[in-house]
């Protein structure tokens, strides 16, 4: 069964330090996204993204957050300047379409900022 | 603002023993109502999509229902193995340009042998 992957599985890095974050979505999908959730919390959208550019994001997304899809199967997150209260479970995801909430979801990489 | 509840955050059961969880919502204008299985340490895994009141999902165990305030997972002669957190999403509609899922806190489902 065709699967989103994600590395690392777990990151600990130093406050201010940059940090990226590697997805290989599912291969005939179109859509492709960031979520967060902070231990204990909701799962967060962050970022949506479409023919290699944003197509929706939210306020959480601010200047730090880059999104790239490098080649025909990577979609990464970049953390430019990490806070601590950056530390959370990054899942990427990805669909078919964008109107259908049935997303497929990484296992998640866990992001520590000391 | 989109706003998803869920009750109760816990939920202990014994096997065999039937119950239901709740979620309700505030959207502007519902797309689609959604329900996930998160198991501890991984993803989110989609289960089911509701779009219109009186609708009705069905798999094996589980069976998802939708009013135009809240939605019900019903969850028959539970296993062991339904133990996980399960969350509700929801998308609102087309007209408002947002896509996004929002999703509620979750309710952490164990089921007992």
């Known amino acids: 069964e065709p699967e989103v992957t994600q590395t690392p599985s777990h990151q600990v890095t130093q406050m201010g330090q940059e940090v990226i974050l590697r997805c290989v979505p599912i291969?005939?999908?179109?859509?492709f996204y960031w979520y967060r959730q902070i231990l204990g919390q909701k799962v967060e959208f962050l970022v949506s993204?479409?023919?290699?550019?944003?197509?929706?994001k939210s306020e959480i997304f601010d200047d730090q957050f880059s999104v790239e899809r490098p080649d025909g199967s990577n979609f990464t997150l970049k953390i430019r300047s990490t806070k601590l209260e950056d530390s959370a479970m990054y899942f990427c995801?990805?669909?078919?379409?964008?109107?259908?909430?049935?997303?497929?979801f990484g296992e998640g990489s866990r992001l520590t900022v000391l | 603002e989109d706003q998803v509840t869920q009750s109760p955050e816990a939920l202990r059961l014994q096997e065999g023993e039937s119950s239901s969880l709740n979620c309700s919502y505030t959207?502007?204008?519902?797309?689609?109502l959604f329900w996930y299985r998160q198991d501890p340490g991984k993803g989110p895994e989609f289960l089911f999509t509701?779009?219109?009141a009186g609708e009705e999902k069905e798999k094996e165990r589980l069976k998802a229902t939708l009013t135009k305030k809240e939605s019900f997972l019903h969850i028959t002669a539970p296993k062991p193995e339904d133990s996980a957190t399960y969350l509700c999403?929801?998308?609102?509609?087309?007209?408002?340009?947002?896509?996004?899922?929002?999703f509620g806190s979750g309710t952490r489902l164990q089921v007992q042998p």
């Open positions: 995801a990805s669909s078919v379409g964008t109107n259908t909430g049935e997303l497929f």
């Open positions: 291969s005939n999908h179109l859509y």
């Open positions: 993204f479409y023919n290699n550019e944003i197509s929706e």
């Open positions: 959207v502007s204008g519902l797309r689609g």
């Open positions: 509701l779009y219109s």
């Open positions: 999403a929801v998308q609102a509609s087309m007209d408002t340009g947002r896509r996004a899922l929002t």
